[in-house]
């Protein structure tokens, strides 16, 4: 293999390119007669520990020379516009034929000279070493690595990078097996183009390139590179993956026509000595592929060898050999998912490898070698299945950097947006695949601001080996990785068991669990002792949104329970407490028209009858009995279905998922039901349903948990009204913020906290009252408890507020305002207005008649909305409470122009 000389370097950046398969490595630099280069970057050092015992980003220099180098007052930097961002101190000297180590640390370099103040990019970046006269001594850039795995020269010195074991004070070793030979490099990156076009591949010297365009994995025995590779749109190609039927017991629909498709290139670089580098895979979208909604969205490109999926014995895509061996005698009946196959195989022996492509609004964002897992349960039966995507150091990184949710997902300590992952999930809508496919991600999106733990979603059009596999939901993977990255928890302490096995963690917390499951369920666990180990409001939240959503695949199934084992004071998750995972919702909102997922569904009976698996909704029927527990659990469940769950919040998200997804959606439909999709029309109707379901489920959900929680009382109205100008209101578990006026239906069993933060500006003064009584704290406490004994108003009262309509000035805006004005248009010398101001609903000056038909006509809509929240024993009501960020407009009389007055009122 020709070696690269360092002052020739940019010669041979082609030869030199992709030693890993995701990023380019290039190492480029002037003339460097001192001898001095970077031999070795290490940007995730987990075992060489600096002076102090840290551990820190590091590099190796390396002086060729004979003699001894001084590099004081030279430039180390990431950044190219300024070359001088560390500068080694004086007296540093790199030995003759030696080596520096230099640590790298943002946070030590702040206080220790000799160590760089920044560190290394895991992703890879481009660094450059600068000598004492301003001169480019060396530029190299490198890419990703794993943990304690360096981007070095091999021999020492030689200009010649590879991927190596890190070997820090060392000679470097020499790279092993496919890192020996590079890779070779593509003329052009994956991504989208307008028109078909020559791909050049280029290779070291003596090394052959093998390349595929199918797929499989590119050996000796593939096409050899002679001649630049026509890169070309291949939509009007026969379909491959796509028209094979062997990937579900019975129903599979092969599509009417030819999918899209995008061209996939594999390649190899083969050695004199026949080694054998490792593959790079592209791909390419051209021209009609290119001409949609592709380029304006999130596109997953999943490429694999075919074998990976569809081998007899092996594929873990298809029904395959289990299918034909492990189904005698099961009979007709037996449901499909029911049935053992190749893809309903599990564990790591079925974990296939793959390349990872992410395209974001065109751009290539992700690109890099993961392992692939079938996942599911009914939905492993379908032709379109879904897939668990794993990053681990064996297949090169051992995580993505990248945030795919676009900011949703956050640690719950400080709200930064999580851009590291070690595996995401792409999921095929599960129960709704076929209808309207997005139920999961509609249900999580309206819950984020709930006590416990969810899936961030998002959503993507998935090519598998280049063809097209419709839209899936890009996922959050629950996991330890999960808990570690949002609520700071290290994952050698994390617990978590799902569906009553253990997921991760040791036998004592199963046991642990169980032992606390069982205790509720036969009385020898106290409530007391259960809220010690359980975080119980996190628990309400997540029981009130599953009873309203009516999700009847669950608690039988789908419920994860997570704690930390090991107890900080200082991180409030890492309390010993369990807490609750919100996964695969969407059985329920009116999902096939069946009684248990339809909006008038008894969920509390349901979970009362369910026998089999059915110890977690046992101890919540048994929770139930407790005092404590049923009422505070019933106001949260207002709280949620007042809050998360109104008719316009949940009408809104669910139709733009319709608008922005439907031409993605039925294309879905049209690649795997070709002959029984309904199109437009079908996925329509499943929306429809959806916000029927949200629309009419708040009577019937109120009706049920009062039943159930045995509450005496029927739900009140009640209506807290602020100036979002002055001050920010909190009710309950919900953080209402400025809000002028909100609504919702509360039972006058429990009480109902409230409290108000007033703003820098402005000092509260009271709360005006009236249909609940103050059981804790006064009018003016700024925090307080009330209980509701009819339909409620409360008002936050401010220093200096003006109550539209209180001409009376006593707090409230009420029918004795009315008549009082009336008394004083109407000339009566006894009747005084306290508050004029409060009755200039025309905003002119000026009281008349004109501001008393204002303030009839805003009473009656006042009165209106509190008859309209009306509960009554029959379920027979679908108003629901609708709140609103903004104050109401007084309504305007429908009157002739009246005259202009001045400053002070008049009759």
């Known amino acids: 293999m020709k070696k690269i000389s360092m002052g020739k370097a940019a010669a041979g950046i082609l030869c030199l390119g992709l030693v890993m398969q995701s990023a380019a490595y290039l190492p480029a630099n002037a003339e460097n007669t001192s001898k001095v280069t970077v031999n070795e970057v290490c940007s995730k050092n987990s075992t060489y520990k600096a002076a102090d015992g840290n551990l820190y980003d590091w590099i190796e220099l390396y002086n060729s020379d004979s003699q001894e180098a001084d590099i004081s007052g030279w430039g180390f930097s990431d950044k190219e516009a300024e070359p001088y961002r560390y500068t080694f101190p004086d007296g540093t000297k790199v030995p003759a034929k030696g080596r ?8 030590a370099g702040a206080n220790d000279t000799k160590i760089v103040p920044f560190g290394l990019s895991s992703t890879g970046e481009t660094l450059t070493l600068t000598d004492k006269q301003g001169n480019t001594a060396q530029t190299l850039t490198f890419g990703a690595l794993a943990a304690d795995t360096s981007y070095g020269q091999y021999p020492d010195g030689s200009g010649e990078f590879y991927e190596l074991s890190s070997t820090p004070e060392k000679e470097n070793a020499a790279p092993e097996g496919s890192a020996a030979v590079h890779q070779p490099a593509f003329s052009k990156d994956s991504g989208f183009y307008d028109s078909s076009f020559a791909l050049t591949l280029t290779a070291d010297e003596g090394c ?22 026509t890169v070309k749109d291949m939509s009007d190609t026969a379909n491959r993956l796509s028209a094979r039927t062997d990937i579900a017991p019975n129903g599979v629909e092969k599509p009417r026509e030819n999918v899209d498709k995008a061209a996939v290139i594999r390649a190899v670089s083969v050695d004199s000595e026949g080694r054998i580098s490792e593959p790079v895979t592209k791909t390419y979208f051209i021209g009609t592929t290119n001409s949609g909604y592709y380029p304006k969205m999130k596109v997953v490109s999943l490429v694999t060898d075919p074998d990976n999926l569809f081998d007899y014995e092996t594929g873990i895509y298809c029904l395959g050999k289990a299918y034909e061996t492990e189904n005698t005698g099961a009979g007709r009946n037996v449901q499909p998912w029911n049935l053992i196959a190749n893809y309903s195989m599990r564990g790591r022996e079925w974990e296939r490898p793959a390349s990872f492509t992410l395209f974001d609004n065109g751009e290539k964002v992700v690109e890099q070698e993961v392992g692939i897992r079938i996942k599911g349960n ?15 150091k064996d297949y090169g990184m051992p995580e993505f950097e990248y945030d795919f949710f676009d900011g949703k997902a956050t640690k719950a300590k400080n709200g930064k947006s999580i851009k590291k992952y070690e595996g995401v999930v792409l999921r095929n809508g599960g129960n709704d695949n ?17 006590n416990f733990a969810y899936q961030a979603t998002t959503e993507c059009v998935v090519f598998l080996d280049g063809e097209y596999w419709g839209i899936y939901q890009l996922m959050e993977k629950i996991d330890k990785r999960y808990i570690n990255e949002h609520y700071g928890i290290k994952k050698s302490d994390v617990a978590i068991v799902k569906n009553g096995e253990l997921d991760e963690g040791t036998e004592q917390d199963l046991q642990d669990w169980l032992q606390l499951q069982n205790g509720i369920i036969n009385g020898t666990v106290s409530y007391e002792q ?29 419920i994860s329970m997570w704690r930390s084992d090991a107890i900080d004071e200082e991180n409030p998750y890492a309390d010993g407490k369990w807490r609750p995972i919100l996964y695969d919702t969407e059985s329920g909102q009116g999902l096939y028209g069946s009684y248990d997922k339809s909006a008038n569904a008894d969920c509390y009976r349901r979970l009362k009858e369910l026998r089999e698996d059915g110890e977690f909704a046992q101890m919540f029927i048994k929770l139930l009995e407790n005092d404590n ?85 029927n739900a009140y109205s009640l209506t807290v009204n602020n100036n979002a100008s002055k001050g920010s209101i909190r009710l309950n578990t919900l953080d209402l913020g400025a809000v002028s006026k909100w ?127 009306q509960t009554t024993e029959q379920p027979q009501n679908n108003d629901q409470p609708q709140n609103q960020d903004q104050p109401k407009e007084p309504n305007q009389p429908q009157q002739p122009e009246r005259p202009q007055g001045g400053e002070r009122p008049r009759r």
């Not at 052959?208 to 096409?223: A, L, R």
């Open 100 to 107: 520096l180590i230099v640590f790298c640390d943002s946070n």
């Open 530 to 558: 259960f809220c010690q180990k359980v975080d119980i409001q996190s628990y309400m939240d997540y029981m009130a949104a599953q009873i309203y959503w009516c999700n009847a695949d669950w608690p039988q199934r789908n």
């Open 434 to 450: 076929g209808t309207a496919f997005f139920r999961d991600s509609i249900n999580q999106s309206l819950i984020t601001d709930r």
């Open 378 to 392: 009914y939905s492993r039966s379908l032709a379109q299945k879904s897939f668990n995507i794993y990053t681990r």
């Open 629 to 713: 527990f049923r009422l505070q659990y019933s106001r949260t469940f207002m709280d949620i279905a007042n809050n998360n769950f109104t008719t316009d919040k949940t009408k809104s998200v669910a139709e733009s998922y319709l608008n922005n997804y439907k031409q993605q959606i039925t294309d879905s439909f049209a690649r795997f039901n070709s002959r029984s999709s309904g199109g437009e029309r079908q996925l329509e109707s499943a929306y429809q349903t959806i916000i029927n379901f949200y629309a009419q489920r708040f009577q019937y959900a109120e009706s049920t948990t009062r039943q159930a929680a045995k509450l005496s009382s």
């Open 208 to 229: 052959t390139i093998y390349y595929t365009m199918d797929g499989s994995d590119p050996t000796t025995e593939s096409e050899k590179y002679e001649a630049p590779i």
């Open 743 to 869: 609504s919702g239906k509360y039972h006058g069993d429990y009480t109902i906290d409230l409290s108000v933060s007033p703003s820098e500006e402005a000092q509260f003064s009271r709360w005006s009252i009236s249909g609940a009584k103050i059981v804790e704290g006064s009018e003016t406490s700024s925090s307080i408890k009330i209980q509701l004994q009819s339909n409620a108003v409360v008002r936050a009262v401010y220093e200096n507020d003006v109550i539209i309509g209180d001409v009376n000035a006593d707090g409230d805006f009420n029918v004795a305002d009315i008549v009082m004005l009336q008394k004083w248009l109407s000339a009566d010398r006894n009747t005084e207005l306290v508050n004029w101001k409060a009755g200039d609903l025309c905003e002119d000056g000026v009281i008349d008649v004109f501001d008393l038909v204002a303030m009839r006509r805003e009473l009656l809509l006042s009165m209106r909305d509190t008859d309209t929240q």
